[in-house]
């Protein structure tokens, strides 16, 4: 069940300080969008901004990844301006090994996030990435599909 278990665990993205970032000496984040960053569907919130303008004071470059459409993605990214693909088919990993060539990532300084095991978790850990796992955002707002999932996870996690 080792493929499923991440490597970090955190409340919440904005647990995630810079100074962990750089003593991991990360310089990109390949990160989920739904119940990772934002709730489903919703745009990001103000400790989102604050968050990103720090991964920016220290050159850290985030990178959304979504199984969502393109769409969504485009619509929470645009105001500020940084790079995110939609229907990533994570957890298969030939389309995103293509954008972390275009944008100079290696395996080594990246980590991935995410609130799933088996899309998030898994991709990252094929990519060879550190893994870090999250609690969803406002998971009372989740489509039943992912409530589904859910509990797939609490039966993996439990045999941890
Ligand atoms: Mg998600």
Not at 56 to 76: A, C, E, M, P, Y
Request: hydrophobic residues 40%.
């Amino acid at each position: 069940m080792s493929y499923f278990k991440p490597d970090f665990l955190f409340e919440h993205f904005s647990d995630i300080t810079m100074t962990w970032l750089d003593n991991n000496r990360i310089t990109h984040i390949f990160s989920d969008l739904d119940s990772t960053l934002a709730a489903h569907n919703q745009q990001g919130s103000v400790q989102f901004e604050e968050w990103l303008d720090r991964l920016h004071q220290h050159n850290i470059q985030l990178v959304i990844l979504s199984n969502n459409s393109q769409g969504r993605v485009d619509k929470f990214t645009e105001p500020y301006g940084i790079k995110g693909y939609g229907m990533a088919n994570k957890p298969a990993i030939s389309k995103i090994k293509g954008i972390m060539k275009e944008v100079g990532a290696v395996p080594e300084t990246s980590i991935f996030l995410g609130d799933q095991l088996f899309t998030d978790v898994w991709c990252g850990k094929r990519l060879g990435m550190k893994t870090v796992l999250v609690h969803p955002v406002e998971p009372e707002h989740e489509p039943w599909n992912v409530s589904i999932k859910r509990k797939f996870e609490t039966l993996i996690r439990n045999r941890w």
